[in-house]
């Protein structure tokens, strides 16, 4: 899962970033509104936590600007602004969430998993493939009910995968929402990616659709 | 003496003064004019007379005895008499009281004295201005008279002649007429004074008008005086509004710092927690601890001045279904994965609270009613006299009497865990108060909270059915 964060406050950011790879989220910043809005209008991102109080480009412009150049992704607001006509202009300038500072990171990370999941159309906290069982409020995944270990990068393109289970996934997009906008990507990594992921939960889960994508299949 | 400090005593005060000093002014100038008509036709006869006599006078400086005769009866009313001094000291006199001795001798020396002078001899001639001049004086008997002395010169010297007639004939005709034009005079005033009140109360309504107007920002009815005053007011009111818009925009300044204050103090605050939130950086929790005090006092300053700040101007008229629709939208997206449905059932009420005050007020209530609620979160309204009673309510466990009083305290929570929305209990207080209603706690027939706002209707709206 890839997210763009935009909030001008260089520790926030910083700790946020931080905070948010720890959940093993690829995160790209952005620390004014120009920027904040180039990037959530060029590259693909699963979600974005949007500050409203930016400089360059006011939070609300990038937002309205983002619906109406048709970017859907799912958008939480974090902001210092509390008032409830303040939320209510955010949803209405297209956010999806609303979360005022200060906030605790496992409050964020969850409503950040949420949205996700919520913008893949799955409306239950859990979702199943199979034998495969991803728990999105905490992020995990579990084999046959039992826990399984992934890195960030194979969690991310599991993710992926799991919240559009049963459709191909193209191998573009899958790149796109793996890596931050700065990462080296090796063309084959994602090759390497799957198969390790094959190899922990059983190679007939991952169908391969030569030279597009994967898909994510119970098998039926 | 003070002066007084109404405007309209001051007023009156001085158009009195000035009516009274035109009337005292206007009846010395009539009593004058009146007593000159009356003397002068006194002055008439008596200079008749005078010149009668000054005729009877021969160039011996001694008075004709016939001339004495053709006069005509001079001496018939009483107290009138007449003198003749001649040239050798001779007195001639007429009248019942006859003796003009009292009467003072011209001030002013005979022209050429007893000396022969410029004029041929036998000749009888006029003195200077040919002229009589008034003389006034007390007869033998005391009463005043009103004279009039002529000198008349002879070869032989000098002959002076004086005529009186009693004072009283001249007075008489004026203190007749004085009766009646002392009683125009005050009819005349009793009209100006009344003139004055009437003018003074037209004269000062637009005053009385400004003030009603500016009354009526105070209450919140209006935003600005009219600017359609009489010229003499019209600068006034100009002031009054620029005053009134330097208030506002002051007002949004003032909460344009508290947001950036906001701002300022919470993002710090957030990157703070968000370090501490990270692996091992706060193993006893008792950094977040702090970190959390200085939130809630961050929040409940930040609330206070925007209590504060509210309230004063900018009471509108808002229909309470219009925040309450949008909020209802924000949090079934904000609680999206919890299973709770909003029951809604508004009249079409408006109450008379600032619209970003209703807005935080509902927002904080159905927020708390949504994260406690199991299945459903109610939002009702009725109107009890001149009030609107909202009930938000949930299924949720609720609170017991002594919790709902706790929850209403500034600066406690009770729900501690969540991003920090439960908080707002007694800022809805708070704020309910300031728009001159209330907040109310107890038990839902639900099973859980039920809150209920008591918030003034705005004036002019028809009221339906009353609470169940």
Redesign the interface.
């Known amino acids: 899962m890839r997210v763009l964060v935009v909030e001008d406050d260089a520790a926030l950011a910083e700790a946020l970033a931080r905070a948010l790879r720890a959940e093993r989220f690829a995160v790209d910043v952005a620390r004014d509104g120009v920027d904040g809005h180039h990037l959530g209008a060029t590259e693909r991102y699963d979600a974005a936590v949007l500050d409203l109080g930016l400089p360059g480009r006011d939070g609300a412009s990038v937002l309205a600007a983002w619906r109406t150049e048709g970017r859907t992704l799912p958008v939480l607001i974090l902001t210092a602004r509390d008032a409830w006509s303040d939320k209510v202009a955010g949803f209405k300038a297209g956010a999806d969430d609303y979360l005022t500072k200060p906030f605790r990171t496992e409050e964020l990370v969850m409503r950040l998993r949420a949205l996700v999941r919520r913008a893949a159309g799955h409306a239950a906290a859990r979702v199943a493939c199979g034998p495969l069982c991803y728990d999105v409020a905490l992020g995990s995944f579990e084999l046959d009910g039992l826990p399984l270990r992934l890195t960030g990068l194979e969690w991310r393109v599991l993710t992926q995968l799991m919240l559009r289970r049963e459709v191909m996934v193209e191998r573009a997009d899958l790149i796109e929402r793996v890596y931050e906008g700065d990462a080296d990507v090796d063309s084959n990594s994602v090759e390497v990616i799957v198969g390790r992921l094959r190899r922990k939960i059983g190679s007939a889960m991952i169908e391969t659709v030569r030279g597009h994508g994967y898909r994510l299949t119970a098998g039926r | 003496m003070r002066r007084p400090r109404s405007l309209w005593a001051r007023l009156l005060l001085l158009s009195l003064l000035a009516t009274a000093a035109a009337l005292a002014a206007a009846g010395w100038a009539i009593g004058g004019v009146l007593e000159r008509f009356a003397t002068r036709g006194l002055d008439d006869r008596l200079d008749a007379q005078l010149m009668l006599l000054a005729g009877a006078v021969r160039p011996d400086g001694s008075l004709g005895a016939n001339a004495l005769r053709v006069l005509p009866g001079f001496d018939a009313g009483a107290g009138w008499s007449w003198r003749v001094v001649g040239a050798d000291g001779r007195v001639w006199r007429a009248g019942p009281v006859a003796d003009l001795g009292k009467v003072p001798s011209p001030a002013r020396p005979l022209p050429g004295g007893s000396g022969p002078g410029g004029s041929g001899p036998g000749d009888v001639r006029v003195d200077g201005p040919a002229r009589p001049r008034p003389l006034e004086g007390r007869d033998d008997a005391g009463r005043r008279v009103h004279g009039r002395a002529l000198t008349v010169l002879t070869p032989a010297g000098p002959v002076r002649i004086a005529a009186a007639a009693p004072r009283a004939l001249a007075e008489q005709p004026i203190r007749a007429a004085m009766a009646p034009l002392l009683m125009s005079l005050l009819l005349l005033g009793v009209a100006l004074t009344a003139a004055a009140l009437v003018q003074l109360r037209l004269g000062l309504r637009p005053l009385r008008d400004l003030r009603l107007a500016l009354a009526r920002v105070r209450a919140g009815e209006a935003d600005r005086v009219p600017g359609d005053q009489p010229t003499e007011l019209a600068p006034l009111a100009a002031e009054l509004n620029a005053l009134l818009a330097e208030n506002a925009a002051g007002l949004a300044r003032a909460r344009g710092h508290v947001?950036n204050l906001?701002?300022g103090?919470?993002?710090?605050?957030?990157?703070?927690?968000?370090?501490l939130?990270?692996?091992g950086a706060d193993p006893d929790g008792s950094l977040h601890e702090q970190?959390r005090r200085i939130?809630a006092r961050v929040?409940h300053h930040l609330g206070r001045a925007?209590t504060a700040a509210g309230g004063t101007p900018a009471r509108r008229t808002v229909p309470i279904a219009l925040?309450a629709d949008?909020?209802i939208?924000?949090l079934a997206?904000?609680h999206?994965?919890r299973p709770v449905r909003a029951a809604v059932d508004l009249p079409d009420l408006s109450v008379a609270v600032d619209?970003?005050d209703l807005?935080?007020m509902?927002?904080?209530l159905l927020d708390n009613a949504w994260r406690h609620a199991r299945t459903v979160v109610r939002l009702g309204a009725a109107t009890d006299g001149a009030f609107a009673i909202v009930a938000v309510e949930d299924d949720g466990p609720g609170l017991s009497p002594a919790a709902a009083a706790e929850a209403l305290r500034p600066g406690r929570r009770l729900d501690e865990r969540?991003?920090?929305?439960g908080f707002g209990l007694p800022i809805v207080r708070e704020l309910a108060e300031l728009s001159g209603g209330a907040l109310y706690l107890d038990r839902s027939d639900l099973g859980g909270l039920r809150a209920r706002l008591r918030l003034p209707l705005s004036p002019g709206r028809t009221a339906p059915p009353a609470v169940r």
């Open positions: 947001a906001a701002h103090l919470k993002t710090p605050l957030a990157a703070l927690i968000a370090r939130d990270e692996p970190a939130d929040r925007r925040p949008d909020l939208g924000v997206r904000i999206a994965d619209a970003e807005s935080e509902l927002g904080n969540g991003d920090g929305h």
